[in-house]
């Protein structure tokens, strides 16, 4: 029993914790709503406008702007309905019913969000439901229209993602690409095909990684543009964004490799000097990367961009290894598994801050290694030759 409470309630915590600064904006927001349309605008008890205000400000994991203005709408909307169909129905449990059975085919003609109906749908329950007194329904649409307006400011304006977050999403994709790494290393050090095939699941299995990272830098993004407590990080954000558009490049590549490397261990493509050495280079990658994650949650600006430019330095100088003949492969099969992970090299490279132009002149030239037949061993020899003489078809045949 204790085992199964204990983390319940650590987990209680955490949520409490992280919601500590939202809870109090809400309290705030529905409280100054109720104030602004009782004082303000001189209307008796209004309840929508706290309510509205709330109804905005909900708790959500991918909440934005956008969102909560199309969640303020719904609300204003659904007030309106409920007010003009009471009017025309007049009151009862069928008129209730009716009325908010309208107003939920009107929110879903209007917009397709999920949220922007259920809104629409409480809002007209409520005036539905709620007697209202003698001429005070416009009051209860200004009402709604003061709570919705008031929140929708405070999430436009007030910092609701910290820099710690988008931060740790990068760290989290570096770790990602830097775990699928080092199992490609573990599987050519130990010539184990079936590692190589671990590596690619989890490189598979990554993509909510690259969603999470996507939806945090999205939200900061959009802070840094509305909200002006956020402004100055705006070039962090943006070259951030690059960073994870990049590193997700990587990522897919990183699966394309491990599946080129499942086959080509089975096929003892690359000899075992070859092999374990391209097993180094492939772990010193992976702690690049990793380090790379780090440099990025530095939160001293000076520091982090020094962290990722010696990153970069690093990864451009490993980078100029990536030839074939640097690790042996004289097959087909093994000079294609080298020349898989130059993409994936320029991707990390580019997500250390390189431009295209630059991380490709990091790269060895291939152009050096003689002419493509010869290199990959692309002509047939003279087995192969005699062999496919004896299966053709003759002169005289089908």
């Known amino acids: 029993m204790a085992n199964r409470l204990l983390p319940y309630l650590r987990a209680g915590y955490h949520r409490c914790k992280a919601s500590i600064s939202q809870s109090f904006v809400m309290a705030l927001c529905a409280v100054t709503a109720y104030l602004f349309a009782e004082h303000v605008l001189g209307h008796a008890s209004p309840v929508f406008a706290a309510v509205a205000a709330l109804l905005t400000l909900q708790f959500s994991g991918d909440w934005r702007t956008r969102r909560a203005l199309e969640v303020a709408i719904g609300c204003m909307l659904g007030v309106t309905a409920g007010v003009v169909l009471t009017h025309i129905l007049g009151n ?23 949220v922007f109906a259920t ?5 007209a329950t409520l005036v539905a439901m709620i007697p209202s007194a003698q001429g ?7 009402d709604a229209s003061v709570g919705g307006a008031i929140a929708w400011i405070a999430t436009a304006v007030v910092p609701t993602v910290r820099l710690k977050r988008p931060r740790e999403a990068i760290r989290k994709l570096t770790h990602e690409i830097s775990a699928v790494l080092l199992g490609t290393s573990e599987a050519l050090e130990a ?15 990554s993509q909510s990684v690259i969603v999470e990272a996507k939806e945090v830098l999205g939200k900061a993004r959009e802070g840094t543009i509305i909200s002006p407590f956020q402004w100055r990080h705006r070039e962090h954000i943006r070259r951030s964004l690059l960073t994870a558009e990049k590193l997700d490049l990587a990522l897919r590549n990183s699966r394309v490799f491990s599946r080129r490397l499942t086959h080509s261990i089975n096929s003892l493509a690359l000899p075992e000097e070859g092999a374990l050495q391209f097993s180094r280079f492939l772990k010193h990658t992976a702690q690049l990367v990793a380090g790379l994650g780090e440099n990025y949650c530095e939160r001293d600006p000076k ?4 962290g990722i430019r010696q990153t970069l330095s690093q ?3 490993l980078a100029a290894e990536l030839a074939p003949d640097r690790f042996h492969a004289a097959t087909v099969e ?3 598994l080298i020349l898989t992970f130059r993409p994936f090299m320029v991707d990390l490279m580019e997500a250390a801050g390189a431009t295209h132009t630059e991380a490709l002149a990091a790269l060895p030239n291939l152009a050096s290694f003689g002419s493509p037949a010869e290199d990959l061993d692309l002509q047939p020899s003279a087995a192969q030759r005699s062999a496919a003489a004896s299966t053709a078809p003759g002169r005289n045949g089908p």
């Open 92 to 114: 009862g449990p069928a008129q209730a019913i009716l009325i908010v059975f309208v107003a939920t085919l009107m929110a879903r003609f209007l917009n397709k969000g999920a």
């Open 119 to 123: 809104q629409m749908a409480i809002q």
């Open 136 to 142: 005070s329904s416009l009051h209860t649409i200004l």
């Open 191 to 205: 010539n184990d095909s079936t590692l190589a095939w671990h590596a690619l699941i989890r490189a598979r299995n």
């Open 303 to 306: 520091r982090r961009e020094s």
């Open 315 to 317: 990864l451009m100088h």
């Open 334 to 336: 093994g000079q294609a």
